[in-house]
Structure formats: C-alpha cells, structure tokens
C-alpha cells in the first residue's frame, strides 16, 4: 500500500499540486487521507527522501525539494550540459574580469613569478536562476593576452574561447574536492547562510604539453547538487 501512495505523491509533485518549496500535508494529514497507517505513510515518505524528491526539516514539516544537479567528476561535460541534463535552465553571471598581480601561493601553483600579471574571471553559475555555484579562474596573462577583455560567458565556453582564439587545446584536468562551510564571500554569492555545508573543488587545468593554463577555485552550494564518481575495473 505505501507503494502506491508513493506513487500518488510522486504524481502531485510532478504535476506541480506540491511545487517546489511547498509544504505536504503532515503525515496524520495523509493518514486521514489515505486511511492508512502512520508506519505506512512514514514508508512511502522515507522512500521519496531517499530519491531526491522531499526534504524533513526539523520543526518544521516535509517539503518538496528541488532537483539535484548531477555532476559526474570522471567524465568531462560542460556546466551547462550538466544543468540542461538535471532538466533546469543554465545561466552564467560574470562577476569580474580583470588583470591582477599573482600574489603568493598562486604563484607556485600557477609556477610564474610572483606579481606576474594574470587573468582572473569571477563568475556565478545558476540553474532556474538559483545559484550553484561561484568559481575564480586565474590564466597566466602571457598565454592568453587579452582575454579579460574578450571573455564573455554569453558567447560559450572559456576553453573553447582558449582554443579558437589563442591556440591552446585543453588536454586535461585534474580536480581536488574537499567538504568545507560557507564563508562571507559564498554566503553573498550563493545566497546561503555562513556556515551552510558546501564543496570546494579545485581544478587543474593542462595542455598536451603539461603547461599548467588555469587554476580554478569553486564554490558548491551543498543543498542543490550531487557529486558521482564512477570507477571501471
């Protein structure tokens, strides 16, 4: 029976009768509804959580969640494929885009002198207008002069502009994820609480020749999105 009654709820949420952010009927609600058990409506509740589709906040009640946005770190995809794969709208918002002195430890990461001038982009990344994500990207001015003042998100991909413009394929990336919470900068960008839990990931961005061409600093939000890992043996 609570299959069924899953499946009911299923149907509503996907027909918009629950939209997102909106309340359910608490579970003696339900239990009224359907004639059932409290145990019965707690099973097909859990089994709805457990899929992505409702969150339980404490005092509060059970609402309906927003979709994840998948990534799968082992294959490369583009953040707007990812986005319009989760079925949501992708939008990319530029925050700044400017020529800076590398200050240290940039330097060693990026392996150029301290001071030399870099690219850095600052950019936010939504999906239905709800922000993902923030992340700063830094490009050594002598591999790509000029490009402060060429990028622009509207016009497609970073790597792509990288290419076509400048004559650098990427090769390869190499991604570092680590928990962390949401500091002042993350709170503001992302529209979220300090503290809230999200991912940074660094990416190491390599030319067939092992020139290191970017280093990108990211910021997830915690709530919104979901890291898959697939390994082949």
């Known amino acids: ?35 059932v ?27 309906v969640k927003r979709k994840e946005v998948q990534h799968w770190v082992t294959q490369p995809h583009s953040y707007a494929d990812v986005v319009l794969h989760a079925g949501q709208e992708p939008k990319t918002k530029l925050i700044e885009s400017s020529v800076i002195p590398i200050e240290s430890p940039l330097d060693e990461i990026l392996q150029i002198p301290l001071k030399s001038p870099v690219t850095h982009l600052l950019r936010v990344r939504y999906a239905d207008n709800e922000p993902l994500l923030y992340e700063r990207s830094f490009i050594p001015w002598s591999l790509a002069p000029g490009l402060a ?73 915690g709530d919104l999105q979901n890291f898959t890992i697939e390994r082949t043996y």
């Open 37 to 63: 058990s409290r145990t019965t409506i707690r099973l097909a509740l859990h089994e709805l959580e457990l899929e992505g589709m409702l969150e339980r906040i404490q005092g509060r009640g059970t609402f």
């Open 1 to 35: 029976m609570y299959f069924i009654i899953k499946e009911n709820l299923l149907k509503q949420i996907q027909a918009g009768t629950y939209p997102i952010g909106e309340k359910i009927p608490t579970e003696n609600e339900l239990c009224a509804q359907y004639k």
């Open 149 to 221: 003042n060429e990028y622009n998100d509207n016009e497609g991909s970073l790597f792509k502009l990288l290419e076509l413009k400048y004559n650098m394929k990427v090769h390869r990336t190499v991604e570092q994820l680590k928990p962390i919470l949401a500091d002042k900068t993350a709170s503001r960008l992302l529209n979220i609480k300090e503290g809230a839990p999200c991912m940074q990931m660094r990416t190491f961005t390599y030319l067939q020749d092992n020139t290191l061409v970017e280093y990108n600093y990211a910021v997830f939000r």
